[in-house]
């Protein structure tokens, strides 16, 4: 039995020190935000690559899901003859979970493995190393501007998610499932609350900070050549997904448990 359990209980005691690893990075780089030098044009730069470039991606995967949600609904509560509960679901939906999750895992495939591969081959080809020689601190040079940058563009991203998704549930309900296009977009509004929006964009400060933080960490760390920035790579993706979806449940259980 020890034998079956060994395998378990040490990849556990490994995940557990590589979250340990990752909060101690995180705690280090936080306590460089507050001190300089600051870096005003690398945050700018960060925050056109995050938000700017990540835009397209995110507003169709938001329209699309959207458009499909109210399809799925309208199915669904037509059995029950509740076809009009369909925008408060489309709604709600979006602003309180699609949107943010869906925004942040989409930056995650793209910013977070660009970042770790940038960061990533200058660790390999020891550029992180001339910066560190040259009297330029690492950590206020590479990770603090994507961290400022990804904690908040990532809820501007999702503040139009929200919009577009929402856009995208009206023009299926109205255009093809023959609803009232006032009597939707009243029911929008009535049962749209602040707090379901505000959900969302905490989410999405969290998200985007998780994404920045695990591209730098595993860039940072990454070793042996193009094959390791090729599993930092991998890996920074794989660790913010589930980030996301781990923060997503703890988030969500701050703001609406009972």
Not at 2 to 30: E, H, N, V
Not at 52 to 80: D, E, I, K
Not at 87 to 106: F, I, K, W, Y
Not at 247 to 258: C, H, L, P, R, V
């Amino acid at each position: 039995m020890s034998g079956l359990l060994a395998p378990i209980g040490r990849a556990f005691l490994d995940a557990l020190a590589a979250l340990g690893r990752l909060a101690l990075f995180a705690g280090t780089a936080i306590g460089h935000m507050g001190r300089p030098p600051f870096y005003p044009r690398l945050i700018a730069r960060q925050m056109i690559e995050i938000g700017y470039f990540s835009l397209p991606v995110v507003a169709l995967t938001t329209l699309f899901s959207g458009m499909v949600l109210a399809l799925q609904s309208y199915t669904g509560f037509a059995r029950f003859s509740a076809e009009s509960a369909v925008a408060t679901v489309v709604v709600l939906s979006m602003t309180r979970e699609l949107a943010p999750v869906l925004a942040g895992l989409m930056v995650a495939g793209r910013v977070g493995a660009a970042m770790a591969a940038e960061i990533g081959t200058m660790r390999v080809t020891e550029q992180i190393d001339a910066l560190t020689v040259l009297s330029t601190d690492p950590y206020k040079y590479l990770v603090v501007p994507r961290l400022i940058a990804g904690a908040t563009m990532l809820p501007l991203l999702v503040l139009v998610g929200d919009i577009i998704g929402v856009f995208g549930g009206y023009l299926v309900s109205v255009y093809k499932l023959d609803f009232n296009a006032a009597g939707y977009l009243r029911r929008t509004w009535d049962y749209l609350e602040m707090i379901d929006v505000v959900s969302g964009l905490v989410k999405a400060g969290a998200f985007g900070f998780l994404v920045a933080l695990t591209g730098c960490y595993h860039g940072y760390h990454s070793k042996g050549g193009a094959q390791g920035v090729g599993q930092a790579t991998t890996n920074a993706v794989v660790s913010a997904s589930i980030l996301i979806l781990v923060f997503n449940y703890i988030i969500t259980e701050m703001f609406f448990a009972k």
